[in-house]
Structure formats: structure tokens, C-alpha cells
């Protein structure tokens, strides 16, 4: 067992790094890639192929100050009856372009908060959507959804539009957390959403909770999780709160000096981590929990559990579009961004163009690296076998980088013939050991705690 010492000499407290959600990590994209890129990575989607669907709805009724994403918020519906119009702009751009026969395996709508939309606003998007292509078999489609901000009118449409998954955000139910951080949402008022989205038929449910959230303490924690886990969720990401005030402005209304340390916060993780354990959840990843008939945790048990901007996935398409303002899309070519301010992107898609403005083309070291580190993310093994067929690098080079990293890490990655793992004592040091993979310059940005 690594102790709370060894742990800390290897950099788990003080280091900060990438979430990895793609490779290179967005700071390193640049102007190089532009709208005719992405219309050209668009029209090379094979015929009858398949792809996953992003829409972002950046407006918030209100602004937590927990939240880093980019997000606006509104008193009345009148920006974001402009902004869905659009996002129907930009829907007919895409489908000028998109090859015929196309399906979506996934189709997502994120935020901000996209049940801030109408039923009316929200049946004209899934109508036009399903004018773009027709789900494929198996498909998911998924909501972000604020307890506070939903009703039966609205889920109503949901359901019947074909939403198959809803994905709640907890953060923590005590309320004297929720003051601080700005989200007081009751857990009466998360119950009664819940039950609305069962009472429709919705087959699966995310829940998302934070820890290392000020005055959160391992008590604290445990009552959120147990009333989290009475709501029965599918699946639940735990993530790690990251306090970057000097990025999100709004974080700067949270008090630093009511944040738990390092070691707490790994202490909080392990706590909320056994409670999902003994209830019966596969560990899915750094920080994600699933039932054994979720699609995760099949994907993990079959090998096909990837990483992308929304986390973990057990979708298999090779290509996401993401639509809307500061949307990332990723094609086997490379990333592609949206323009992040709402005005920009607007401006873009009313003159009859993509409003792309950065991006990243993929070296065949990218895809080399990125598929290392995304093994390490998902399965903390990277497999050798798979590595040396699929990439240009011969056994020897494979083996000293697995080496390097190894001895790098006082031997706790393992490596063997079959390739390097992470033990189970070593998975907290997830994030840093795929850091050792990453060969951008990581002084670009900052990133956010290792735990």
C-alpha cells in the first residue's frame, strides 16, 4: 500500500495537469485550423458512416461560482430564442455538407444549461436534428439537466424528441456548501426531477458530484453520496472541484481558505469511492461509477471504453461535431473549436460559414501519444501488442518509453511484456504517469490538481 508520504514525493499533491479529455489538451490548438478545414474533414465522413452530435447551450439562469465553463447568464428567454435559431442555422450549414446516409450514434445537449429551453425551442431543435440524420441502432440521447431548472411540459418533449439518458448535476446536497459555491438546489427538488425523468420511461440516468468543494468534510461527503445513491442513478461522475479563479472570475466569490488541502481532498475521493464500491458500482476510470448494465461499465469489461470533452464514453464513432458557441469537434484529421463568444460564432453562421477559429491537426505522434495516454485514462494498461499494430514504433523505442516512465515512478507502473499497468495502489497517480506521455509544453496553461 503507497503511503500518504510516497504519494506526495511522487507529486500527487502539488502537481497540476490535464484532465486529458483529448490530446493535444486545448491549450495547444491553434489558428492554424480553420472553416474550410472543417468543412473538408465534414465531407470526408464515409457515406452511410456514423457520427456523435454536440450541441452547447451556453446560458444559465443563473451562474453557479463553482462553474469554470464558458457560460452567460439570462433573465429572460429572449438571447436564447436567438441563439436556437442559430444553432438551426448552423444545423442546415451541416447538413449541405454532411454525406448522405449518415446516422448519429450519440447526440448530446450540454451547457450552460439547455433545459433553460421551451418546449417549443426544444421540438424545433429535434425536429431539424432529425431532418439531419436519422438515429442509428443502439443510439443514445442524452440532456444535461438542472432539477432547478425543468418541468413536466419540457421533459414531456424530451422524451417523446427520444431522450434515452438524462444527466443531472448533484455538486452536494449540504446546504451550507451549496450557499458558498452558489447552487442551492435541495435534495427534495433533485427527487422530484428524478422522478419525473423515470416517470417518462428514460432507461438511464447520470448524476455528477463534486468533491474538494469548500467545507466539505469526510461526513459531509458520505451523506451526500447516500442520498445520492437513494436516487439510484446509473452512473455517477465524481470529479474533483478545480479552483481557478484567476480563469473563471466567478470563482473568485468562493473562499480559498475553506478549501480542503490536497490530503483532504484525496481523503474525501476515497471516501465517496468506497460508498460506491460497497453499493455495488464498477469503478469506471478516475472518477466515474457505473451499474454492471450501463454502457460503461460493458464497454470497460469488452475493452472499448474511450475518453473525449464529455469524459468517458462507450460510443465508437470515429467523428464528434460539436455546434454552437466554444464547441470542439473531433475528426480522425484533428480537433476543430468553434469561435468562443456567442456574438462571434453568430456573426459566422449568419454570413453562411463555420465560425472555426482554432484547432489542431493530428501527427502521427499525436495519435501515437494520445492513444497511450487515453489507455492510461481508461484502463491504467497501456497494451503493447495494440500499440506495435496499429503505430510506427518499433518494440525496442516502445520499451524504453515504458521504461522511462516506470523508473520514473519508483517502479510502481509495471512493465512486462504485455505493456505497462498501473496497480491499483498507483491509480491515483493516473493523470500524472500519462502526463509522462504528453510531449507538448504543459507551462502553456494552467491545469487543475492532480486529485
Not at 451523506?223 to 479563479?245: C, E, F, I, M, N
Not at 472570475?249 to 481558505?257: A, E, H, L, W
Request: glycine share 8%; charged share 25%.
Amino acid at each position: 500500500m503507497m503511503t500518504r508520504k510516497q504519494l506526495s514525493r511522487l507529486g500527487l499533491f502539488d502537481a497540476k495537469v490535464p484532465r486529458y479529455t483529448s490530446y493535444p489538451t486545448a491549450p495547444h490548438f491553434s489558428d492554424a485550423v480553420r472553416p474550410g478545414d472543417f468543412v473538408s474533414w465534414i465531407e470526408a465522413v464515409p457515406v452511410n458512416g456514423t457520427v456523435s452530435l454536440y450541441l452547447h447551450v451556453p446560458f444559465c439562469r443563473r451562474l453557479c461560482w463553482f462553474c469554470a465553463c464558458r457560460t452567460q447568464g439570462t433573465a429572460t428567454l429572449g438571447p436564447v430564442e436567438s441563439y436556437v435559431d442559430t444553432l438551426l442555422a448552423e444545423l442546415d450549414l451541416l447538413a449541405r455538407h454532411l454525406p448522405r446516409g449518415v446516422k448519429l450514434s450519440r447526440l448530446h445537449w450540454g451547457g450552460g444549461t439547455p433545459t433553460l429551453l421551451s418546449p417549443d425551442l426544444m421540438r424545433r431543435l429535434i425536429a431539424r436534428i432529425r431532418e439531419l440524420a436519422e438515429f442509428a441502432e443502439g443510439a443514445e440521447f442524452s440532456v444535461e439537466i438542472d432539477p432547478n431548472e425543468i418541468d413536466a411540459a419540457r421533459l414531456d418533449v424530451l422524451a417523446e424528441g427520444g431522450m434515452n439518458r438524462a444527466s443531472v448535476g448533484v455538486q452536494d446536497f449540504d446546504p451550507q456548501i451549496q450557499h458558498t459555491i452558489g447552487r442551492d438546489q435541495s435534495y427534495d427538488i433533485t427527487r422530484a426531477a428524478v422522478d419525473m425523468i423515470r416517470d417518462r420511461g428514460v432507461s438511464s440516468l447520470n448524476a455528477d458530484i463534486l468533491y474538494g468543494l469548500p467545507h466539505q468534510s469526510r461526513a459531509r461527503i458520505t451523506d451526500t453520496v447516500q442520498k445520492l445513491l437513494s436516487l439510484g442513478p446509473d452512473r455517477v461522475a465524481l470529479y474533483g472541484y478545480a479552483h481557478v479563479p484567476w480563469m473563471a472570475k466567478r470563482q473568485q466569490m468562493i473562499p480559498s481558505d475553506a478549501l480542503p488541502t490536497p490530503a483532504e481532498r484525496l481523503d474525501l475521493f476515497e471516501t465517496a469511492r468506497r460508498l460506491f464500491l460497497w453499493d455495488g458500482y464498477a469503478e469506471i476510470g478516475i472518477d466515474h461509477f457505473a451499474h454492471a448494465h450501463d454502457g460503461l461499465a460493458v464497454a470497460q469489461k469488452l475493452g472499448r471504453l474511450r475518453r473525449n470533452f464529455q469524459g468517458y464514453t462507450d460510443d465508437t464513432s470515429d467523428v464528434l461535431i460539436g455546434l454552437g458557441a466554444s464547441s470542439i469537434s473531433r475528426f480522425p484529421q484533428g480537433y476543430a473549436q468553434n469561435a468562443p463568444a456567442t456574438s462571434t460564432h453568430t456573426a459566422a453562421i449568419r454570413e453562411g460559414r463555420f465560425s472555426t477559429a482554432r484547432g489542431h491537426v493530428f501527427t502521427p505522434e499525436d495519435r501515437l501519444r494520445g492513444r497511450m495516454i487515453e489507455m492510461i485514462m481508461c484502463d491504467f494498461r497501456i497494451d503493447a501488442a495494440e500499440i506495435l499494430r496499429d503505430f510506427a514504433i518499433t518494440p525496442d523505442a516502445l520499451a524504453r518509453l515504458l521504461e522511462d516512465t516506470s523508473r520514473a515512478f519508483e517502479g510502481l507502473p509495471q512493465v512486462t511484456e504485455a505493456g505497462l499497468y498501473l496497480p491499483q495502489e498507483a491509480r491515483p497517480l493516473a493523470r500524472i504517469v500519462a502526463r509522462s506521455f504528453d510531449a507538448y509544453d504543459l507551462s502553456k496553461a494552467g491545469h487543475s490538481a492532480a486529485i
